[in-house]
């Protein structure tokens, strides 16, 4: 287990920096508008991907013949598949879309990054089955690589085309990168076309739930990006998407650790039986989740230093949105931990219901805060979001006997002792920024 968190926060820890530098080299070369049409590809990729996937690696890690040559021949199949109908369907109707986005001029540049799913469905299923084994050095050796492939094709690309073009081919050669690694850095990861109507089908009942519970989730994750897409103009966009990029650095470790580490725990505690699951549930995750719960309070304090310190004055104003957006992720890990318990117990339904809860959220303080605020009072809404959905997730874990109400207040408080000590730097910060530009 130590070894795995440690694996994972290298993973993260070397993802970010990569991120940090990326960002650093290409606000100074690109300019806003250029992050505002990356910021818009990528949220379209995102959607379609999200509301195809029936949960390829979940299915993979929790079935009882997960590591099943022909079982995973069939998947590799299905998944295959699905990444081409989704790179012919976006290229056909990339024009279409950008006109009603408002945007015209991107067509071709979304016609050209749908060639991202065909990229990742030519990809093995060994990651999965790394997962699966608990063996996690090869997979973060795989992450790694990529994001060094995509941050150095980025940098130099930028330093030529100064455009848009740069993130978009830089983003296809890392897809392609880490599709190409993901056979070569695994054994007996070579897999063949196989069709079987029955394994189809039994994929199918498990990942509907899933496939609408995603519809729900990309839909609710990313309707402030198509909607400030269509209200900011390019520029101001892409101010907003540096912001998203950022908080996204904490929305890496959001979702590698709870499905890497957590899950494949909770189901090797649940076989071994019920009890030892509710003995799991908290003992996995206690410190790291306190640890990263300080982390993302400083961070979300001291995010106008962060964007003042890494990037030029032009980018000053994504500090605002940073702020309201990184409390998204920090409240999520908590949640993606129960829901990796619950769908280990059964409970795969809770995936759906805790974006219903989501939808209903946005639906009333994301329209309210738009009306009452404007454009800041939707990017609030949209930060707030996993706050309804940690107390639904309490309800559920209640359900299912492995709530701990005082194991839930240590992490919060994690979070607000974060705050303080974030606020404290943020006043330091600014003192020695003024004392430096003074002298």
């Given at each position: 287990m130590s070894s795995g968190v440690s694996l994972v926060a290298v993973t993260i820890i070397a993802?970010?920096?990569?991120?940090?530098?990326?960002?650093?080299?290409?606000?100074?070369?690109?300019?806003?508008?250029?992050?505002?049409?990356?910021?818009?590809?990528?949220?379209?990729?995102?959607?379609?991907?999200?509301?195809?996937?029936v949960g390829f690696g979940v299915y993979i890690i929790r079935h009882a013949r997960g590591d099943d040559g022909r079982l995973l021949d069939v998947i590799w199949t299905v998944r295959l598949v699905r990444g081409a109908g989704l790179t012919l369907l976006l290229a056909a109707f990339a024009g279409p879309l950008a006109g009603a986005l408002g945007k015209p001029e991107l067509g071709m540049a979304i016609a050209v990054t749908a060639l991202q799913f065909v990229l990742d469905?030519?990809?093995?299923?060994?990651?999965?089955?790394?997962v699966r084994d608990e063996k996690l050095a090869m997979l973060s050796l795989l992450d790694i690589a990529g994001a060094v492939t995509q941050t150095v094709a980025g940098v130099a690309l930028a330093l030529w085309l100064h455009?848009?073009?740069?993130?978009?081919?830089?983003?296809?050669?890392?897809?392609?990168?880490?599709?190409?690694?993901?056979?070569?850095?695994?054994?007996?990861?070579?897999?063949?076309?196989?069709?079987?109507?029955?394994?189809?089908?039994?994929?199918?009942?498990?990942?509907?739930?899933?496939?609408?519970?995603?519809?729900?989730?990309?839909?609710?994750?990313?309707?402030?990006?198509?909607?400030?897409?269509?209200?900011?103009?390019?520029?101001?966009?892409?101010?907003?998407?540096?912001?998203?990029?950022?908080?996204?650095?904490?929305?890496?470790?959001?979702?590698?650790?709870?499905?890497?580490?957590?899950?494949?725990?909770?189901?090797?505690?649940?076989r071994e039986g019920p009890g030892q699951l509710a003995l799991a549930y908290y003992d996995k995750k206690r410190a790291m989740m306190v640890f990263y719960m300080i982390a993302m309070g400083g961070f979300i304090a001291m995010a106008p230093s962060l964007v003042d310190l890494l990037y030029d004055p032009r980018y000053q104003a994504a500090a605002t949105y940073l702020r309201a957006l990184a409390l998204a992720p920090a409240i999520a890990m908590n949640n993606y931990a129960a829901r990796?318990?619950?769908?280990?117990?059964?409970?795969?339904?809770?995936?759906?219901?805790?974006?219903?809860?989501?939808?209903?959220?946005?639906?009333?303080?994301?329209?309210?805060?738009?009306?009452?605020?404007?454009?800041?009072?939707?990017?609030?809404?949209?930060?707030?979001?996993?706050?309804?959905?940690?107390?639904?997730?309490?309800?559920?874990?209640?359900?299912?006997?492995?709530?701990?109400?005082?194991?839930?207040?240590?992490?919060?408080?994690?979070?607000?002792?974060?705050?303080?000590?974030?606020?404290?730097?943020?006043?330091?910060?600014?003192?020695?920024?003024?004392?430096?530009?003074?002298?």
């Open positions: 993802s970010n920096l990569l991120r940090i530098a990326s960002t650093i080299i290409l606000t100074r070369v690109l300019s806003p508008l250029d992050f505002g049409v990356t910021g818009l590809t990528g949220a379209i990729l995102n959607i379609l991907l999200m509301i195809s996937d469905g030519c990809s093995s299923l060994a990651p999965f089955t790394a455009s848009y073009w740069a993130i978009i081919w830089a983003g296809l050669i890392g897809t392609g990168i880490k599709s190409l690694l993901s056979y070569t850095l695994f054994p007996h990861a070579a897999r063949r076309f196989a069709c079987d109507a029955h394994e189809a089908r039994e994929l199918w009942r498990f990942g509907r739930t899933i496939a609408g519970a995603h519809t729900i989730q990309v839909l609710l994750s990313n309707v402030d990006k198509i909607a400030l897409s269509r209200i900011f103009p390019l520029g101001l966009f892409g101010l907003y998407s540096l912001a998203v990029n950022l908080s996204g650095a904490a929305s890496g470790f959001t979702t590698l650790y709870p499905s890497r580490i957590l899950l494949p725990a909770f189901a090797r505690a649940q990796e318990v619950l769908i280990v117990v059964g409970r795969i339904h809770t995936l759906l219901y805790a974006n219903l809860v989501r939808l209903v959220w946005l639906l009333l303080a994301g329209v309210g805060g738009f009306v009452g605020f404007g454009p800041l009072g939707l990017v609030v809404a949209v930060g707030c979001i996993e706050l309804p959905v940690q107390v639904y997730c309490w309800y559920e874990l209640r359900r299912a006997g492995l709530l701990r109400i005082g194991e839930e207040a240590l992490i919060l408080a994690g979070l607000l002792l974060g705050i303080v000590l974030g606020m404290t730097g943020n006043l330091l910060y600014g003192a020695l920024s003024l004392a430096w530009r003074a002298g």
